[in-house]
């Protein structure tokens, strides 16, 4: 665009500088003096609008690099299950069992963050089958997990720490799948706003033993026995996973390929891919035992503690951290490393962790992410349980550190 300007002679021009390059064409005729002579074509000077000289900046164009994810690009739980469905890694099925348990856990995140709100802290004033004292979102936990299995209809059977024996799903809504799990884990912690979580496995079908019965049906020692023989050992998992419920809720999860975490953004209601293929460190600084039992140990496990106390080869003994849940250690330990135990003792001949719903699972995401887990003697994936509610002995953690330990309880 070009604006004339009336200059009285050519000496008299004007020079303008200024230091915003956004000046008008408008605000530049206002600067310019009248002349005083009659106009003419000759007393007009030509002005450009950038006659400023103020340099023209071009807009960089980048191009997209299709293996880098974009700033504002997120990928949530369903896209990453739908994609592991096109590759193969899982079936239509399995997709729907495992969005069935993201959905419950959702549900459960909110009750606890709620909980003070709503009074539903404290007991519910009944004992499960182990014989300990059930807190009100255990109850509530455990409905929520089985009414989001059964609705899905793609699970045959389901067993939970809450239950006295396996629950066969009614024939209207069974499936093929098995899953196992513990509603809330470190419910505890629960009065005090500390960390909780939900552990859960998944095996396949057995065709040996299928099982048709309504809500009102028990199950007799045949039955029960079948479907005791449908607990399968960890290595026949076919996936497992967690859900941690603290500063943030995080769905951790395996199908065998690897262990990838989501967290939950509230903004959107979804869980969002944040750790790919997590890799636990080959050894870490962070042992994690209940210590209030030291004295309830063999002394082998003792001389392996006093090791950790020790200061090492950088001057400083190992940490000890204790959260009291199981999920909230095993979060660390995948992405701090380090060790987790909870051993048998005078008192628990077997430990104090159940193997079918808490220590498989878990085992089964340390493993994926290059750990390792054993009861002192043997392979926790490999261990064959015999009833539903069998408690085992656990170490669990990186590589190194529970192959040091293996070399004291030798």
């Known amino acids: 665009m070009v604006v004339a300007i009336p200059i009285p002679t050519p000496s008299s021009q004007f020079l303008f500088r200024t230091s915003r390059s956004s000046v008008s064409c408008l605000s530049l005729l206002h600067l310019c003096p009248r002349s005083k002579q009659p106009h003419s074509s000759t007393s007009f000077a030509t ?60 549900q459960i995140a909110s009750l606890l ?60 809504y069974s499936g093929n799948y098995i ?63 967690y859900c941690l419920y603290s500063s943030s809720v995080v769905f951790t999860l395996s199908i065998g390929k690897g262990v990838y975490a989501f967290t939950l953004d509230p903004t959107y209601g979804e869980f969002v891919l944040t750790h790919e293929n997590i890799k636990i460190p080959a050894s870490g600084k962070i042992y994690s035992f209940n210590e209030g039992n030291y004295d309830l140990w063999d002394d082998k496990l003792k001389n392996y503690l006093c090791h950790l106390r020790q200061p090492g080869s950088n001057g400083k003994p190992y940490s000890g951290r ?40 878990m085992s089964y995401l340390v493993e994926q992410a290059g750990g390792k887990a054993i009861d002192g003697q043997q392979r926790i994936l490999d261990i064959q349980p015999v009833e539903i509610h069998q408690r085992t002995p656990i170490f669990i953690g990186s590589q190194d550190e529970v192959e040091k330990l293996q070399g004291y309880l030798a």
Not at 50 to 67: G, H, M, Y
Not at 73 to 80: D, Q
Not at 207 to 226: G, V
């Open 47 to 106: 002005v450009r609008c950038n006659a400023l000289q103020s340099p023209v900046i071009q807009p960089e164009i980048k191009t997209k690099d299709s293996n880098k994810r974009s700033h504002f690009e997120i990928e949530n739980l369903t896209t990453w299950l739908l994609k592991q469905e096109q590759a193969g890694s899982i079936d239509a099925e399995l997709t729907i069992v495992l969005s069935s348990i993201s959905l419950a856990c959702k």
């Open 113 to 172: 963050q709620r909980s003070s709100i709503i009074q539903l802290t404290g007991g519910h004033g009944t004992i499960n089958i182990q014989g300990e004292d059930q807190k009100k979102l255990d109850v509530i936990s455990n409905e929520v997990f089985c009414n989001c299995l059964r609705s899905s209809g793609k699970t045959g059977i389901i067993a939970s720490e809450e239950e006295d024996v396996p629950v066969a799903v009614e024939e209207t």
């Open 179 to 241: 899953v196992v799990f513990d509603p809330i884990d470190g419910s505890a912690n629960i009065d005090t706003a500390l960390t909780t979580g939900s552990i859960f496995g998944i095996y396949g079908p057995d065709r040996q033993c299928l099982i048709d019965i309504d809500d009102e049906s028990t199950l007799d020692q045949e039955n029960q026995r079948c479907i005791v023989n449908v607990c399968q050992p960890g290595r026949n998992l076919l996936a497992a996973g």
């Open 322 to 361: 204790y959260i009291g849940c199981l999920v909230g250690e095993i979060h660390r330990m995948l992405l701090c490393g380090g060790i987790y135990g909870n051993p048998k003792n005078k008192n628990s001949k077997n430990g104090n962790l159940r193997l079918l719903y808490e220590c498989a699972p």
